[in-house]
């Protein structure tokens, strides 16, 4: 664990047709990335918890596409405004960390160095 960061945790569902090695290379290079916390295979689809300041969603999937992991191609959620409040939730830890957003505090790193 990386202490001061927040993990998060996605899932890539597979299509079935990943022979064991290229399971098993696609999970031993996930699992050398700095950035992964933990990796589980559970019912044909890959659940990755990993830090998110370190390391994209884009980045995991291309590690899996380049190992050769073919990945079902399941719809987005059918709510577009969960899925906008979800962006804008990832995208503010990244951002502001864990950390409650307050006034006193959000730019202290900026003003210290004055």
């Known amino acids: 664990m990386i202490e001061g960061l927040s993990l998060a945790r996605v899932e890539y569902h597979l299509d079935g047709t990943a022979t064991v090695d290229q399971l098993e290379g696609g999970l031993k290079a996930l699992r050398a990335l ?3 916390e933990s990796v589980e295979v559970v019912n044909n689809s890959i659940s990755i918890q990993y830090y998110p300041e370190i390391l994209s969603r884009e980045s995991i999937r291309r590690e899996l596409d380049m190992r050769g ?6 719809p987005k959620p059918g709510n577009p405004f969960k899925r906008f409040v979800d962006r804008l939730a990832e995208s503010n ?8 957003l307050d006034c006193c505090t959000l730019n202290r ?3 210290s160095g004055s």
């Open 34 to 36: 700095e950035a992964v």
């Open 69 to 74: 992991l073919p990945l079902s191609n399941i």
């Open 93 to 100: 830890t990244r951002n502001f960390g864990a950390q409650p």
């Open 109 to 111: 790193n900026e003003s």
